[in-house]
């Protein structure tokens, strides 16, 4: 059975940083691309940021510079860096994973699992 489960959210001002985590269990991690996504109240899940099965990255304009997102296979870990975070970025942070991509990608339709999601709220 296929877990993922995301931990590390909160509550953080305008210019802080949260570093959140996703836990993996029951896939091969190192066999996946992983994403991460968020979905604010009233909007769409977008694509924040994705690693490729080879540790190629890519990222939303709206976070590059910002997020750093990072993949530890030995414990099936994927993690998100969050830095100088805006009340935009306010929203439920989801991780997912894909066995169909060999470069990392944004759109949710190329992910088969996901997580619950872990909310993050960054207050002015």
């Known amino acids: 059975q296929v877990q993922l489960v995301e931990s590390g959210g909160g509550s953080v001002q305008t210019g802080g940083s949260l570093k959140i985590s996703c836990a993996a269990s029951g896939i091969t991690f190192s066999s996946y691309s992983m994403g991460w996504f968020r979905q604010a109240p009233g909007k769409e899940r977008e694509g924040v940021a994705s690693?490729?099965?080879?540790?190629?990255?890519i990222y939303a304009d709206s976070v590059k510079g910002r997020f750093t997102i990072s993949k530890d296979n030995t414990n099936s870990v994927l993690y998100l860096r969050m830095d100088n975070l805006q009340p935009e970025d306010t929203a439920v942070y989801f991780c997912a994973a894909s066995t169909k991509l060999f470069s990392p990608r944004l759109g949710p339709a190329d992910y088969t699992y996901w997580g619950q999601g872990t909310q993050v709220t960054v207050s002015s």
């Open positions: 690693i490729s099965r080879g540790q190629t990255t």
